[in-house]
C-alpha cells in the first residue's frame, strides 16, 4: 500500500520562492518514478516536472525551465519541488505523483502512466 502527503502550498507574491513537499508512506522500500503536475480549474492537468529514482534524471516543462527544481531526500522518503521567481501564471493546485517502475532512470511525463496521487497543494502567487 502507497499513500503520498504533500505539504507547502501557500499565498505568495511574484517573484517569492516557495517548496513543496510529498512524503511517501506505505512500501517505501520500492524504486519509484516521480513527478509534479499542476491544475487550473476548469483546465486540464499539465506535466510540471519529472525525477527517475536514481536522481540523475529529470525533465521540466519549458514554462518553469531554469526557475522550478524537482528534488528527493531518500531518508526521509521526499521528494520536493523547490519553485523560484513565481509568476501569477504559476497559480493552481499541485499534485505529486509516483509509480513504481524497474528502470531507475526513468521519468514519465504523461498523467495516465502514474499509479499513485497525492491529495494536492494550493499555490497562489499574487502580483
Known amino acids: 500500500q502507497v499513500h503520498l502527503t504533500q505539504s507547502g502550498g501557500a499565498l505568495v507574491q511574484a517573484g517569492d520562492s516557495l517548496r513543496l513537499s510529498c512524503t511517501v508512506s506505505?512500501?517505501?522500500?520500492?524504486?519509484?518514478?516521480m513527478g509534479w503536475f499542476r491544475q487550473v480549474p476548469g483546465k486540464e492537468r499539465e506535466f510540471v516536472a519529472g525525477?527517475?529514482?536514481?536522481?540523475?534524471?529529470?525533465a521540466y516543462a519549458e514554462s518553469v525551465k531554469g526557475r522550478f527544481t524537482i528534488s528527493r531526500d531518500s531518508t526521509k522518503h521526499t521528494v520536493y519541488l523547490q519553485m523560484t521567481s513565481l509568476k501569477p501564471e504559476d497559480t493552481a493546485v499541485y499534485y505529486c505523483?509516483?509509480?513504481?517502475?524497474?528502470?531507475?532512470?526513468?521519468?514519465?511525463?504523461?498523467?495516465?502512466?502514474?499509479?499513485?496521487w497525492g491529495q494536492g497543494t494550493q499555490v497562489l502567487v499574487s502580483s
Open positions: 505523483a509516483g509509480k513504481i517502475v524497474v528502470d531507475m532512470t526513468m521519468i514519465l511525463r504523461r498523467e495516465t502512466e502514474y499509479t499513485y
Open positions: 506505505g512500501h517505501t522500500s520500492g524504486t519509484y518514478a
Open positions: 525525477m527517475g529514482w536514481s536522481g540523475r534524471n529529470t
